[in-house]
């Protein structure tokens, strides 16, 4: 799985790039604030979500252009793939699938994208929320149905929110209605997030003691059983709290430092960052053995902080092991990789290297 060309319109401070990438190691140089994670943020948008900052749609249009932004790609498949927005609705994402106009979730079943920007450094003393959606993300690129059935769980969840927060009282059976929904979608999420930390967590666990730390994963979460009748059960109590208080989106990812027996959030940054690193890896490496293609994977600013025999235990573990993004400010960082292709950013503009 790779992208074989990247144009990017009126996206940030990119006003018209195009990158041609090999299918190894893309490797974007720059000075701060020059544009390479909006060139990482762009690949990300060709998954299914809001991408790796999160941030709304309308600040990504780039000030000063038109008012939408475009990001497009042609796959190594030959498919081709764009999305961005209109100045006339900002907030809307448009997805295009081979010219015809698809939903975001589908975008699943072409591209799997993984990425570790310095913004996750804290993931494991962050809220539940951050590491649910990580764990969504590694899930979903097993079980690409997984971004359908959270969107449909989200939507019916923030429907039932909706109406018992009314002056009104909610009609029970579009509760009831709504309720078997969250909890046919919560099944399948459910069981998609437990057989993707249990796979990965297997495969942690018989990794040797490498260069980056062994992390141990347990989904921490009552299992979806009986979901709609909790639901029913909870009403006044949610209206109360004016919010859904039981349900797969209350689940975390508990993860420990196998090589400490300690809790993530309790071991040192460095560590942190070693055991997030290390599980990105292992999943990569699940993921291609599952599936047969390799995630893309966007390595934001990683490589600079590694040692020396780190980054190179990392660039040894990812050569050959599909496409693989990754920025940092010094060429020099990525003297050792080998073959890549190179691109350098200056002000948003992105050339050969
Ligand atoms: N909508 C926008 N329109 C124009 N410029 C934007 C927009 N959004 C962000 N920028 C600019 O993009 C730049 C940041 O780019 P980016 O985060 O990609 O930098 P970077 O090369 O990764 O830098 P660093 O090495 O500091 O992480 C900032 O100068 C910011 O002002």
Redesign the pocket.
């Known amino acids: 799985m790779a992208l074989t060309r990247l144009v990017l319109t009126d996206f940030?401070?990119h006003a018209d790039a195009v990158l041609t990438p090999g299918s190894g190691f893309v490797v974007l140089t720059?000075?701060?604030?020059?544009?390479?994670?909006?060139?990482l943020e762009a690949v990300s948008l060709l998954a299914p979500g809001r991408g790796l900052r999160r941030a709304p749609l309308s600040?990504?249009?780039?000030?000063g252009g038109k008012g939408g932004f475009g990001v497009a790609t042609t796959l190594a498949e030959g498919a081709e793939i764009g999305t961005g927005t209109q100045p006339a609705a900002p907030e809307r994402r448009i997805v295009r699938i081979n010219g015809a106009a698809a939903a975001a979730t589908t975008l699943a079943e072409w591209l799997t994208i993984l990425w570790l920007t310095p913004a996750m450094d804290r993931l494991f003393v962050e809220p539940a929320s951050e590491r649910r959606r990580f764990l969504d993300r590694l899930t979903l690129a097993l079980a690409p149905g997984h971004a359908h059935h959270t969107a449909r769980y989200e939507a019916a969840m923030r429907e039932r929110n909706r109406l018992l927060a009314g002056d009104e009282p909610a009609d029970p059976d579009w509760l009831t209605a709504l309720e078997a929904r969250m909890a046919e979608h919560g099944a399948a999420i459910d069981t998609a997030r437990r057989t993707a930390v249990e796979a990965l967590a297997d495969r942690l666990a018989g990794q040797p003691e490498g260069a980056f730390a062994r992390a141990g994963l347990h989904l921490d979460g009552a299992p979806a059983a009986d979901l709609a009748a909790q639901l029913r059960a909870g009403r006044t109590r949610d209206a109360a709290a004016g919010r859904t208080l039981a349900g797969p989106h209350r689940d975390d990812l508990h993860v420990t430092h196998l090589g400490k027996d300690q809790p993530a959030h309790l071991c040192s940054t460095g560590e942190q960052k070693a055991l997030l690193l290390g599980i990105v890896l292992a999943h990569a490496e699940l993921v291609a053995d599952r599936t047969g293609r390799a995630p893309i994977l966007l390595l934001d600013?990683v490589a600079a902080h590694l040692d020396p025999s780190r980054r190179v235990a990392l660039f040894d573990r990812l050569a050959g092991r599909g496409q693989v993004w990754m920025?940092g400010?010094e060429a020099a960082l990525f003297a050792g990789l080998g073959q890549a292709t190179r691109y350098a950013?200056r002000d948003g503009a992105v050339v050969p290297a």
Do not use: I, L, P, S
């Not at 720059?30 to 060139?39: H, I, M, P």
């Not at 600040?59 to 000030?63: D, K, S, T």
């Open positions: 940030r401070n720059g000075d701060n604030g020059a544009g390479k994670t909006n060139v600040e990504m249009a780039r000030q600013e920025t400010t950013v």
